[in-house]
């Protein structure tokens, strides 16, 4: 059992930048994948990032590449998501998200329905 809590949202003009933060209390957060997502009140919950566990495998949507930066940290059972240049587009609740991961490449790591443990989200706002 993990438990995932997010912090670090906030609101932000347009070209700036938030760090938002994945803490996880339980057992064995080193052999779990982390995931970002964000959910829109009117879309789907979306992939946004991904880190395997090992930390040699990231994974990006394209509409961040180049702008969003995911990391970990496994001796403080945590997890990154830098943002830079945010657009008004990147407003939603984002969450991270724990799995054990036996597959591999971006589809694997975006298919929503196979994240088993997910936090309780935090707002990011983007004013333009």
């Known amino acids: 059992q993990v438990q995932l809590v997010e912090s670090g949202g906030g609101l932000v003009q347009a070209g700036g930048s938030l760090r938002l933060s994945c803490v996880a209390s339980?057992?064995?957060?080193?052999?779990?994948?982390i995931g970002w997502f964000r959910q829109d009140p009117l879309k789907a919950r979306e992939f946004v990032a991904g880190i395997s566990w090992s930390e040699r495998s990231t994974y990006y949507r394209d509409s961040v590449k180049g702008r969003f930066t995911i990391s970990r940290d496994n001796a403080k059972n945590a997890a990154y998501l830098q943002m830079y240049s945010l657009k008004p587009e990147d407003s939603a609740v984002y969450y991270c998200?724990?799995?054990?991961?036996?597959?591999?490449?971006?589809?694997?790591?975006?298919?929503?329905?196979?994240?088993?443990?997910w936090g309780q989200g935090t707002q990011v706002t983007v004013s333009s």
């Open positions: 998200a724990a799995r054990m991961v036996y597959c591999s490449g971006y589809e694997c790591y975006a298919n929503v329905s196979e994240w088993r443990y």
């Open positions: 339980g057992r064995s957060f080193s052999s779990y994948a």
